[in-house]
């Protein structure tokens, strides 16, 4: 058995995990375990400027990999620092390790320096955590921090480390669990059987179905599973916006994106339908609109992985714990054994009626005649540059529904954004984590000019790796959601959405080592687009466009309404 | 509705502080909490009672349930069981009081367990609302100080909460 000290048996068992970069900031109480990473090769540590970029740029990687993103910093602010970003990947299920430094174990509950109680302020907001006690039970932590991650609904786990637990003159003997075992926790392997046969059954009865799919089915892995039931029964196909790319954007079946912002046929679906079939979503208030009005007539199928995301908000007729490819697998083996299909004339009609709505709204929105462009045009423009094919991170906001409508995401994986939590300053690092790990891909962080500048320092990690990523900033000088509110809920009165005195985002990008580029009229656009994406392949671009600050997102529900009730412009409504 | 919920729990720290976390996060109530080791020095038991509807109970053993720690649970309320909780009392108790108090606490099969000449310290146990009906025997203007441990409970019959 070989022995180590606990900063190198923190490494090691990283390593044994799979890790291949952890995001962090080094400082006091975890030196023993940077000198422990300075000695080794296998796990890369990437620098960034700001601990909240590094929870988000894990969160990135996480999401485009689907593995758990790693990241350490030390105690007391470092980890505080983090808070933002645990809170945003737990709130949306993502695997997470945050290693946090602490004091050393004798000092914890003086207020010594750099001391905060991170177990207590991070609690809320982590699927668990763990403080090490003695040195030789790390690597088990890490072992039982990434199962924990990574396994049934994931989330952020927090291990606290004090420094005396990797003092690098005590060494112990290390050895990896190959197997991770917790009593009190063991995710659903399956759904049960009867009810998934209930919800088939459902399903072949239905006369106006609609299959309202989440982020659930991408963490699952299991959008191949989705498509192929969605093609099998001809069921129209909805998304979250967590759940964009789980069914092809541009397919046919595809209504869009629902909600709030979605568009008017996928609302309007929902609140007709007999049937829906809700697929690791979570009836999200931001989906649902008033509780009370929502869906009247449908009968509701849930498959979902936590049980308590079921019957939470919406009661639903059907529960299915499990994991969603599992319960997907097990519907499509029943189909093939019962050899029935829907009722085809219902369908058909279903579908005339849904076609019919299709054209009221379709996504329409203006350009001006002078050449200042509507926000949609510009993500349209980063659409076709792209081929459809780029991984989008975004931020918080107006610019974030827009490329959420009109970036058509035909794989999963590929939008990467805040949805529950709402962070502003995520889509940049969190490009950033996804352009390390696919540098062969398009890495486009769609953002504002407001966002942009919640982490901005990061242009510099960006210099320091080489990770060329393209920023999209939608400016127009105002903090577009907060004012597109204003103006419909205050009378126009934009109380602090205004942002003056806004850098020179060009000179900005230049002085960090990098590309701007400033794109003021639409002609100025396809040229702007080829030069980020070919000529400077290889180079972070900083895109800064105007778009017209008069803009709103629509179609936007009306609140307290049912999902039918929509704004679909200034002055239309449903 | 009035509930109890009971719960083994691993005997680690912060696994309490992750349970009442979770009721002030989510906007439960908690009435009342007890928590002790049992027989197995790597569980600790914790009874607690809450109240709210029946779907609000649910969500709130379903939260329960996912906190790592949380190895076992039971509300319960949903069977045949049997609660008990413990009170220590400080009553008022001079001149012909004195008596009567003792009567009072003997009707309720109270123990008075500490004397002094103008006070009755009385231990009593039961259900809630005996605890609550021998303060409203004895007058509240008699109490000077009341300590209850919170409800503790366990199933009737052959069901057990164990792993």
């Known amino acids: 058995m070989e022995l180590l000290s606990g900063g190198d048996m923190l490494v090691r068992a990283l390593h044994e995990a799979g890790v291949e970069y952890i995001y962090g900031y080094p400082g006091g109480?975890?030196?023993?375990?940077?000198?422990?990473?300075?000695?080794?090769?296998?796990?890369?540590?990437?620098?960034?400027?700001?601990?909240?970029?590094?929870?988000?740029?894990?969160?990135?990687?996480?999401?485009?990999?689907?593995?758990?993103?790693?990241?350490?910093?030390?105690?007391?602010?470092?980890?505080?620092?983090?808070?933002?970003?645990?809170?945003?990947?737990?709130?949306?299920?993502?695997?997470?390790?945050?290693?946090?430094?602490?004091?050393?174990?004798?000092?914890?509950?003086?207020?010594?320096?750099?001391?905060?109680?991170?177990?207590?302020?991070?609690?809320?907001?982590?699927?668990?955590?763990?403080?090490?006690r003695r040195p030789e039970e790390i690597p088990e932590l890490v072992a039982k921090a990434f199962y924990i991650a990574s396994t049934g609904r994931p989330g952020p786990v927090v291990i606290d480390i004090p420094k005396d637990m990797t003092m690098p003159n005590e060494r112990y003997e290390y050895s990896y669990p190959k197997k991770v075992k917790l009593r009190s926790y063991t995710p659903p392997q399956r759904g049960h059987s009867g009810q998934i046969k209930k919800a088939v059954e459902l399903l072949l009865k239905a006369k106006r179905p609609v299959i309202y799919a989440g982020g659930g089915v991408?963490?699952?892995?299991?959008?191949?599973?989705?498509?192929?039931?969605?093609?099998?029964?001809?069921?129209?196909?909805?998304?979250?916006?967590?759940?964009?790319?789980?069914?092809?954007?541009?397919?046919?079946?595809?209504?869009?994106?629902?909600g709030m912002h979605g568009t008017y046929e996928a609302n309007m679906a929902m609140h007709n339908a007999d049937v829906i079939l809700a697929v690791g979503a979570r009836f999200d208030d931001r989906v649902t609109n008033a509780t009370n009005k929502f869906c009247p007539d449908a009968k509701i199928v849930h498959i979902d992985i936590d049980p308590s995301s079921i019957s939470k908000t919406i009661m639903v007729d059907?529960?299915?714990?499990?994991?969603?490819?599992?319960?997907?697998?097990?519907?499509?083996?029943?189909?093939?054994?019962?050899?029935?299909?829907?009722?085809?004339?219902?369908?058909?009609?279903?579908?005339?009626?849904?076609?019919?709505?299709?054209?009221?709204?379709?996504?329409?929105?203006?350009?001006?005649?002078?050449?200042?462009?509507?926000?949609?045009?510009?993500?349209?423009?980063?659409?076709?540059?792209?081929?459809?094919?780029?991984?989008?991170?975004?931020?918080?906001?107006?610019?974030?529904?827009?490329?959420?409508?009109?970036?058509?995401?035909?794989?999963?994986?590929?939008?990467?954004?805040?949805?529950?939590?709402?962070?502003?300053?995520?889509?940049?690092?969190?490009?950033?984590g996804v352009k390390m790990n696919f540098p062969d891909h398009d890495v486009v962080c769609v953002t504002g000019e407001g966002s942009i500048q919640m982490n901005i320092q990061e242009m510099s990690t960006c210099l320091q790796y080489g990770i060329p990523v393209k920023i999209l900033c939608l400016n127009n000088g105002s903090l577009g959601m907060v004012r597109q509110w204003q103006d419909m809920n205050y009378e126009g009165r934009h109380s602090n959405s205004y942002m003056e005195s806004l850098p020179d985002f060009v000179a900005l990008a230049e002085a960090y080592g990098h590309v701007g580029i400033q794109v003021k009229s639409r002609d100025e656009l396809p040229q702007a687009l080829e030069d980020a994406l070919v000529k400077y392949k290889d180079r972070l671009v900083f895109l800064d466009v105007a778009v017209d600050p008069e803009e709103h997102v629509y179609p936007m529900q009306v609140p307290m309404g049912s999902m039918r009730d929509m704004w679909l412009s200034k002055t239309e409504r449903t | 509705m009035r509930h109890i919920i009971s719960i083994l729990l691993e005997n680690e720290p912060g696994a309490l502080s992750r349970v009442v976390g979770l009721f002030a996060q989510r906007g439960y109530n908690i009435e009342t909490?007890?928590?002790?080791?049992?027989?197995?020095?790597?569980?600790?038991?914790?009874?607690?009672?809450?109240?709210?509807?029946?779907?609000?109970?649910?969500?709130?053993?379903?939260?329960?349930?996912?906190?790592?720690?949380?190895?076992?649970?039971?509300?319960?309320?949903?069977?045949?069981?049997?609660?008990?909780?413990?009170?220590?009392?400080?009553?008022?108790?001079?001149?012909?009081?004195?008596?009567?108090?003792?009567?009072?606490?003997?009707?309720?099969?109270?123990?008075?367990?500490?004397?002094?000449?103008?006070?009755?310290?009385?231990?009593?146990?039961?259900?809630?609302?005996?605890?609550?009906?021998?303060?409203?025997?004895?007058?509240?203007?008699q109490v000077l100080e009341t300590v209850r441990t919170g409800v503790s409970g366990i199933s009737r019959g052959e069901k057990v909460l164990s792993i």
């Open chain 1, 29 to 132: 109480s975890l030196l023993h375990v940077y000198d422990a990473v300075y000695k080794q090769s296998a796990v890369k540590h990437v620098l960034v400027r700001h601990e909240q970029a590094a929870a988000h740029m894990a969160d990135g990687y996480a999401r485009a990999t689907g593995k758990p993103g790693v990241v350490m910093v030390t105690s007391g602010p470092g980890a505080t620092n983090t808070v933002t970003g645990i809170a945003t990947a737990f709130t949306d299920s993502i695997p997470m390790v945050v290693i946090s430094g602490q004091v050393m174990s004798h000092l914890v509950g003086d207020d010594a320096f750099q001391e905060t109680d991170m177990l207590g302020v991070s609690r809320p907001i982590v699927k668990h955590s763990f403080s090490v």
């Open chain 1, 218 to 258: 991408i963490i699952d892995g299991s959008s191949d599973k989705l498509r192929a039931l969605v093609d099998r029964l001809d069921f129209p196909c909805t998304q979250t916006l967590m759940g964009l790319g789980c069914y092809p954007g541009t397919g046919d079946r595809s209504l869009g994106m629902l």
């Open chain 1, 318 to 432: 059907v529960p299915i714990v499990g994991p969603v490819g599992n319960v997907l697998e097990e519907m499509m083996a029943l189909l093939d054994e019962a050899g029935e299909t829907p009722d085809a004339d219902a369908i058909a009609s279903w579908w005339k009626q849904i076609n019919e709505w299709r054209p009221r709204h379709a996504m329409r929105y203006e350009k001006n005649d002078n050449g200042l462009m509507k926000p949609q045009e510009v993500i349209e423009a980063m659409w076709k540059a792209t081929n459809g094919d780029a991984f989008v991170t975004s931020d918080v906001g107006q610019h974030q529904m827009f490329a959420a409508q009109y970036y058509k995401f035909d794989k999963p994986n590929r939008w990467i954004n805040s949805g529950g939590l709402g962070t502003m300053g995520f889509g940049f690092p969190a490009a950033m």
């Open chain 2, 33 to 141: 909490l007890t928590v002790a080791p049992t027989e197995d020095e790597t569980l600790s038991r914790l009874t607690m009672t809450t109240h709210g509807d029946d779907r609000k109970i649910e969500q709130i053993t379903k939260q329960l349930n996912k906190l790592i720690e949380v190895v076992k649970l039971v509300d319960l309320s949903e069977g045949q069981h049997i609660e008990r909780e413990l009170m220590l009392i400080k009553v008022k108790a001079v001149g012909a009081q004195r008596a009567e108090i003792k009567r009072t606490a003997d009707i309720f099969r109270g123990q008075i367990v500490d004397v002094s000449p103008s006070v009755y310290t009385i231990q009593l146990t039961g259900a809630t609302d005996k605890l609550e009906a021998f303060i409203e025997a004895i007058g509240t203007a």
